[in-house]
DNA sequence: ATGGCTGGTAGAACCAGA
């Protein structure tokens, strides 16, 4: 009998204060694993109580207090893996675990990059572009099945953004950021789910600023999530849902949670 | 009109997000 394996990636914005609205999706969608980003809340302090009473025991943390922090949260066992420094200054941005079929899945959390996009100017805009790097020496040497999630904080094609024209030089679109992507995508061969089943130039986009009154108004969104799978667990993706209508929400994340599913 | 808002933490004329 065939079976399938559903996950999910989500930047929550505070897991603490999201946590109405992550009871809602998980009831309603139920994936198997769900990788949240930015779930700004220290180990100890992880609302675990909400994810075991849902069904969902498994649950590995990567936080630290204020900001970032990563965690993947599961219905099936999960066994902890690599977490990885790749800007080297201690912030929690990573966390790897392994999958009883084998695979490997890796959720992060790739910096913003401040607002200037110049190295000299901006040390963060360089931050983010080694931490690129980095994950690219770590992704040539990666030989096993794996899926890599999260978001990315960054927009690659035209089609991912609401104006190519207007993002150039902002950060998330700058071509630098997107020279930087290519290659880690490179490295690997990974297939970017996203577009895998719903093909550039279709408009794709995972987030929208919280300061418009009304983010469906213009619709200025960016795809700055991303699901991607090594080339041979790429072949059992058999669907992706990309969930706008969680930006409407109470209380939402300025990111919408993706799921794809896959063949096991 | 891509920063107009948001959350965490301190108790800010804060920081960070993107």
Redesign the pocket.
């Known amino acids: 009998m065939a079976d399938t394996l559903s996950i999910a990636t989500w ?1 929550i ?2 897991v ?2 999201r946590a109405p609205i992550v009871e809602r999706f998980l009831t309603e969608h139920a994936p198997d694993i769900l990788c949240l980003q ?1 779930t ?3 180990d100890d302090a992880f609302p675990h109580d909400l994810f075991h009473r849902l069904g969902y025991r498994h649950i590995v943390l990567n936080g630290q ?4 922090g990563v965690a993947t949260i599961s219905r099936i066992p999960l066994a902890e893996d690599l977490r990885h420094d790749w800007q080297d200054n201690g912030e929690a941005r990573h966390i790897g675990v392994r999958l009883p079929n084998g695979w490997r899945l890796e959720n992060v959390y790739v ?5 200037v996009p110049d190295r000299e100017q901006n040390p ?1 805009f360089g931050q983010k572009l080694d931490f690129l790097g980095r994950m690219t020496r770590w992704s040539e040497q990666l030989k096993d099945p794996s899926i890599i999630v999260g ?1 990315f ?1 960054i927009a690659p094609l035209e089609s991912d953004v ?1 104006s190519h024209k ?2 150039l030089d ?3 679109h700058t071509p630098i950021e997107v020279a930087a992507l290519a290659q880690l995508q490179q490295s690997h061969g990974w297939v970017d789910l996203g577009r895998h089943f719903i093909p550039a130039p279709n408009r794709l986009y995972t ?1 929208w ?5 009304d983010w469906t108004v ?1 619709d ?3 795809r ?1 999530d991303h699901m991607w799978a090594s080339p041979e667990v790429a072949r059992d993706a058999i669907a992706h849902h990309v969930l706008e209508p969680c930006r409407s929400w109470e ?1 939402p994340s ?2 919408i949670p993706l799921v794809t599913e896959f063949r096991i």
């Open positions: 930047n914005n505070s603490r204060f930015e700004k809340v220290v207090p204020m900001h970032h910096p913003a990059g401040g607002d963060k978001d904080n609401w207007q993002l902002v950060v998330s987030w600023s919280y300061r418009a009154k213009g200025r969104g960016r700055l209380k300025d990111h």
